[in-house]
């Protein structure tokens, strides 16, 4: 096996786009991450490349520091690959933050590189094809305005709380969701006296599909049916914009999102762990 470097993402992308077309989903990070620096020069904090074997890949990684390490794999079990992989690390003295991939694919590589990691999120892949309608409830779901900045970055900030137990940042959430806002990609519920209920926002743009996320419902709106109107009204946009399938990241500990999404026709397609490097 051999391990090969990309002068560019863009070059990454080129060179595996093949794999990348056939594995849209799986690879998305990647792929995104990837994308978003096209053209700079890699560097050890920007590190894209594949473990190669006859020339054939056999897996893929992506290094934009500070975020982790992102693999990809079509083999249930590359362990040599990652073994190859966590030995160059290790050994060119490349940092890392921590690693991303599907949870077994996660197992193999901290095993090989050794040092400790924790559990950040432990998440499954779900994909929607054909949406399926939810029962509607009262109230209407819009794109959100810039004077809706306010009350998003709350919610956002929330959402980080509850998900994963962090404090957020609120000056990076504000810029983050001000972008985001200036881009359209915010849709809000609002009951029938114009109080807001529910948001979800388009996120990652793939060549054939889109990922949904910032899906939040505050506590005392829950159990209403909100959330579900609001996801399937923003799936049901994508899909008429010429997607031909949406996904996103949902929680293992949170079955009843996962009942949620299925209700409206997303099914599990793989699952996605982030461990950090302590």
């Not at 694919?105 to 901290?110: E, G, H, K, N, V």
């Not at 793989?270 to 490097?277: G, P, V």
Request: proline letters at 7%.
């Amino acid at each position: 096996m051999a391990i090969k470097l990309y002068p560019t993402p863009g070059d990454f992308l080129r060179d595996n786009s093949a794999f990348l077309d056939r594995y849209e989903v799986q690879s998305q990070l990647n792929r995104g991450n990837a994308a978003a620096h096209m053209d700079e020069p890699c560097t050890p904090a920007l590190l894209f490349g594949r473990v190669e074997l006859d020339g054939a890949p056999v897996l893929l990684f992506g290094n934009t520091l500070p975020w982790n390490l992102c693999l990809n794999s079509a083999d249930p079990s590359p362990s040599r690959a990652v073994s190859e992989l966590a030995s160059y690390l290790r050994d060119k003295n490349i940092e890392i933050t921590g690693v991303t991939a599907r949870d077994a694919l996660c197992q193999a590589f901290m095993a090989a590189y050794g040092g400790e990691f924790t559990l950040r999120e432990n998440l499954d892949i779900m994909v929607l094809e054909t949406l399926i309608e939810p029962p509607p409830c009262p109230g209407t779901v819009q794109k959100a305005a810039l004077s809706d900045l306010d009350l998003i970055v709350d919610w956002k900030c929330a959402t980080i709380r509850e998900a994963l137990n962090e404090e957020p940042v609120p000056e990076r959430v504000r810029e983050t969701t001000l972008d985001q806002l200036k881009r359209s990609v915010v849709w809000l519920m609002r009951d029938p006296s114009g109080e807001p209920v529910s948001m979800a926002n388009s996120g990652r743009m793939l060549e054939r599909g889109a990922c949904v996320s910032g899906v939040y419902t505050p506590p005392e709106h829950r159990g209403k049916g909100y959330c579900q109107n609001t996801v399937a009204a923003l799936c049901k946009e994508l899909l008429a914009c010429g997607k031909s399938y949406i996904t996103l990241f949902v929680d293992k500990k949170n079955p009843i999102s996962n009942r949620v999404y299925r209700k409206i026709g997303f099914d599990i397609l793989e699952d996605s762990s982030d461990y950090r490097l302590v």
